[in-house]
């Protein structure tokens, strides 16, 4: 039973532990998801303002991902601006991203399989490389998983040190409970014997009626301790409660 008791105690507070870890770096992976993802859209929106403005010498574009701008021109033709990371001449590439972009009834979405977002944003698509936000984000899932998992280890050992102080007074309590129990078992033993033993002898016919008598006298005496005993458990357990 008291290792039962260890075992649940253990288990409980590995459960609300493993369950508060589990809230924590689910709020701190969603907060830094949306910051990221707010950042970008930020950027991609400040390209927006004016995407072709030519860029005088010796200035650059305070960018922090790369990216490129998609509009389509009186010819209906795809114009394409961006930084070197993108290959803006290959036009299956745009159109591919483009098709996808124009898939989607959001003003704001994200491609997948390119790992690219974009946004809409006056007849123009700005697209945004999102790999580096994934990495960010699978690092953060990795050091989760590997500080969440230390602390469960941790927590294991500390939880069944706690455990153990935890049902010290109950151990104590049983065995104090299994010795009263074994003290009054000897204790109501010893009486049943006499009491027994001198039915047996009242039945023999090899004795007088004064030794009979004697053994009805032991009887009675025995008895009364028995009844003694008893009253005296009953008053122990009415204290208790």
């Known amino acids: 039973m008291i290792r039962k008791l260890r075992i649940k105690i253990v288990l409980v507070i590995v459960l609300v532990a493993a369950v508060m870890l589990g809230v924590i770096f689910g709020m701190s992976y969603t907060m830094t998801r949306q910051d990221l993802r707010a950042q970008s859209i930020s950027m991609m929106q400040a390209i927006a303002a004016n995407p072709f403005e030519p860029i005088p010498p010796g200035q650059s574009r305070q960018v922090r991902l790369p990216y490129f701008v998609l509009?389509?021109?009186?010819?209906?033709?795809?114009?394409?601006?961006?930084?070197?990371d993108y290959d803006l001449t290959d036009?299956?590439?745009l159109r591919a991203?483009?098709?996808?972009?124009?898939a989607s009834e959001a003003d704001i979405g994200e491609?997948?399989?390119?790992?690219l977002r974009f946004c809409r944003v006056d007849g123009s698509v700005i697209f945004a490389d999102i790999s580096s936000e994934q990495q960010t984000?699978?690092?953060?899932?990795?050091?989760?998983?590997?500080?969440g998992g230390g602390s469960l280890l941790a927590l294991i050992?500390?939880?069944?040190?706690?455990?153990?102080?935890?049902?010290?007074?109950?151990?104590?309590?049983?065995?104090?409970?299994?010795?009263?129990?074994?003290?009054?078992?000897?204790?109501?033993?010893?009486?049943?014997?006499?009491?027994?033993?001198?039915?047996?002898?009242?039945?023999s016919p090899d004795y007088d009626e004064a030794q009979k008598q004697q053994f009805t006298d032991g009887i009675r005496t025995m008895a009364q301790q028995m009844r003694a005993l008893v009253e005296r458990l009953l008053e122990l357990a009415r204290a208790e409660n």
């Open 91 to 93: 036009r299956s590439f």
């Open 97 to 102: 991203v483009a098709a996808a972009a124009s």
């Open 157 to 203: 050992g500390l939880a069944i040190l706690l455990a153990r102080w935890a049902v010290r007074p109950v151990e104590t309590a049983w065995r104090q409970q299994k010795q009263f129990v074994a003290d009054a078992s000897h204790e109501l033993k010893t009486p049943l014997t006499v009491i027994l033993t001198n039915t047996e002898l009242l039945q």
């Open 71 to 84: 509009r389509t021109d009186a010819f209906g033709n795809l114009v394409a601006i961006g930084s070197t």
């Open 137 to 147: 984000l699978q690092g953060l899932v990795r050091s989760s998983l590997l500080i």
């Open 111 to 115: 491609i997948p399989a390119y790992h």
